[in-house]
């Protein structure tokens, strides 16, 4: 009976591991998702630069970038994040395995924009500072 209570437990915590989404971020991050089948691809790689030598308004506005692809999630550095699995994330986030585009997931853990991968980092900048919780960390910021 105990080996079976083990093994339960076991099969518990592995998928409780597997439905692992960016939850445990909420209200600390704002999360950047690039979607694309080609990490190679010419249009991608362009965007995820461009948007990593914007590190200083990325810390400002506390943004992590994650990228999807081919059944897997990068971290900022392109180096697979075992413990995620895709298939929750793009249906918790409403990301078609086809698209190839940007997410944008506010602190709250809510999609806020999407939009084609080759859209300017400036878009998601200025949606972000629109926003009512950014809007308050900016009037912070100025306080401090």
Known sequence: MKTITNLALVLFSMSAAAQEDFSKLKWRNRILVFSTQNLKDETFVAQWENFKSSSKKIDDRNILLFALSKGRILDKDLKVIPSYHIAP????????QT??????IGKDGGVKLQKPLHTEPRVFFEAIDQMPMRQQEMRQN???
Request: aromatic share 12%; charged share 35%; glycine share 6%.
């Open 99 to 104: 698209y190839e585009g940007i997410t944008l």
């Open 89 to 96: 994330l793009r249906k918790k986030y409403n990301i078609p």
């Open 142 to 144: 100025i306080d401090d």
